[in-house]
């Protein structure tokens, strides 16, 4: 994918998750069974995911560079990240601390909503900053997939908003 591709479906998974969110009441925002995330959690925790790739793309690029260095191999395409984070995932790998999120209320989903469609908005127009090259070159770190070159870590933002509307869909198809 090149960029304009990639700000489009980062965009677009973000966006669905939102108006999914937007359709839900309060009783199915804070809706939980056996431990599951509520959907106000999962939206929690997609900003808590979403915000240090944009810190991570307004840097200025020798600051990824020093830190976590350049990659010698070929970014992996997007079914190779999703599968790649799937399969962690049914290692039993979990969110780490910092991207677990605090219960919810409801009266916090405008707020939420807005912070999180403007990270992606603000992420989207950082891209145009990386040509396709440097995308492929400097690497991030990963909590759970350990470094991943930019366009890895986009692969998995566009993935990880996918991941988890399903999972908030799933925990009120139990209800």
């Given at each position: 994918?090149?960029?304009?591709?990639?700000?489009?479906?980062?965009?677009?998974?973000h966006q669905n998750?939102?108006?999914?969110?937007?359709?839900?009441?309060?009783?199915?925002?804070?809706?939980?069974?056996?431990g599951k995330w509520?959907?106000?959690?999962?939206?929690?925790?997609?900003?808590?995911?979403?915000?240090?790739?944009?810190?991570?793309?307004?840097?200025?690029?020798?600051?990824?560079?020093?830190?976590?260095?350049?990659?010698?191999?070929?970014?992996?395409?997007?079914?190779?990240?999703?599968?790649?984070?799937?399969?962690?995932?049914?290692?039993?790998?979990?969110?780490?601390?910092?991207?677990?999120?605090?219960?919810?209320?409801?009266?916090?989903?405008?707020?939420?909503?807005?912070?999180?469609?403007?990270?992606?908005?603000?992420?989207?127009?950082?891209?145009?900053?990386?040509?396709?090259?440097?995308?492929?070159?400097?690497?991030?770190?990963?909590?759970?997939?350990?470094?991943?070159?930019?366009?890895?870590?986009?692969?998995?933002?566009?993935?990880?908003?996918?991941?988890?509307?399903?999972?908030?869909?799933?925990?009120?198809?139990?209800?």
């Amino acid at each position: 994918m090149n960029n304009h591709q990639i700000a489009n479906k980062l965009f677009e998974n973000h966006q669905n998750f939102l108006e999914f969110i937007s359709s839900l009441s309060e009783q199915n925002f804070m809706f939980s069974i056996d431990g599951k995330w509520t959907a106000g959690q999962q939206l929690d925790h997609l900003i808590r995911g979403v915000l240090p790739i944009k810190m991570a793309f307004s840097l200025p690029k020798m600051i990824p560079d020093l830190l976590f260095g350049k990659t010698d191999r070929n970014s992996r395409d997007y079914d190779a990240i999703v599968t790649a984070y799937q399969g962690k995932l049914a290692a039993g790998s979990k969110a780490s601390k910092r991207f677990i999120p605090p219960s919810i209320s409801f009266d916090k989903r405008p707020e939420l909503k807005n912070k999180l469609l403007k990270t992606v908005e603000r992420l989207c127009q950082k891209l145009d900053n990386f040509s396709p090259q440097q995308l492929d070159e400097y690497l991030l770190p990963h909590p759970i997939l350990g470094k991943l070159t930019m366009r890895e870590m986009l692969y998995f933002t566009m993935y990880h908003a996918e991941h988890h509307h399903r999972a908030a869909l799933h925990n009120l198809e139990m209800k």
